[in-house]
């Protein structure tokens, strides 16, 4: 259970209590408005019209003819006239008091509600923050631990991350590296999911890794799926094997980078920069890459069925092998792109753009494809 804080205590008791005096103004003023109206009505009558008062009294007089006391009844009607201009206005001046008193205090119990929560959520967004900002003070301690590891830190500067599969058998061979990069890896997943909706400090734990040497391998194979990584700087990291499928990536910087096998199956993409990126049997099935740079980028035998390449630079790519099956390559550009034995199967290739240096030899599948240039179609049939 989450700890309550004086703080929050406070907040609680200034709700109930602006609450409370609110209901106590609206009632004041309802009785006030009440008061006048009804003593008003109960002295005065209704104020329309003429009103009469009727009064019988018995009286004792002496008779002139005999001399004797008689009892005489005597009624007696007063008539009263009906309310002036100025009554009602004295009238609706005396009404106008409590009707302001109950606006204001209404005004006063909501302008009060409105500062409570204002605080409040400012006051969880400073303890948000500070619990950031705490998170990442502690895994940076944690992850300090193990570079002043002096044998840790001389096991890892020997390893050679360009040959992964070497890499993964030396690291399994020794028990305690193994352990340590597993506990980095698990360490540094967590801290960028826990800091997913903010760039800054994201941006933050991936320069400490770049500073380290550490995004050289801390992310081989790691389990990164709906992770968000939007606009994030892994310029020549390493993330080989790793699974990032449903996570958004829209707009990173990826230059440079190992993504051998890396799975980005229904992965936000959008705007990427791959360019030099190694791509190679890459899973990209369902990627959105609208208006990714992959120029220069190595996707031999990558898997990119059913990708949205609308808009993509795929300028001087390596594609040969790559499966496009139902693929969008819309408006794509394919300049001086290899796509020998690619398989183009159900993929749309609406205005497409190539030059004379784009291979095309032995590709698969292209008289299957949709809306094929006829430029192009006319360009293999004369090969």
Sequence with gaps: MAKITQAEVSKQFAIANSKIWGRVLITISIVATLIPVVSGTYLYGTGFGTDSNKSVSIEEVINPKDGKIIKVRKETEQFQSGKTLWDWLSLAGTLAIPILVAILGYQFQRREQKRTEQQSNLEREIAEINSREEGIEAYIDRMSDILLDKQLSQKIKTLDFSDVKKTRE????????????????????????????????????????RDTELLKFIFIEAKLEKINLKESVLNDSNLSGANLRGANLSGANLRGANLDGVDFKATDLRGADFKAAELQGAELQGADLRGADLQGAYLCNASLNGADLQGAYLCNASLNGANFRGANLSGANLNSADLRDADFRGAY???????????????????????????????????
Excluded: C, H, M
Excluded at 176 to 197: F, G, H
């Design 170 to 209: 030396k690291i399994e061979q020794d028990s305690e590296l193994d352990t340590a990069i597993n506990v980095a890896r698990v360490r540094s997943s967590s801290i960028l999911r826990r800091l997913s909706s903010d760039q800054e400090r994201q941006a933050r734990i991936l320069y400490f890794l």
């Design 349 to 383: 290739l609406t205005e497409i753009i190539w030059n004379e240096f784009t291979r095309w030899e032995d590709v698969q599948g292209l008289e299957a494809a949709i809306n094929v240039p006829q430029a192009l179609l006319k360009q293999k049939k004369t090969a």
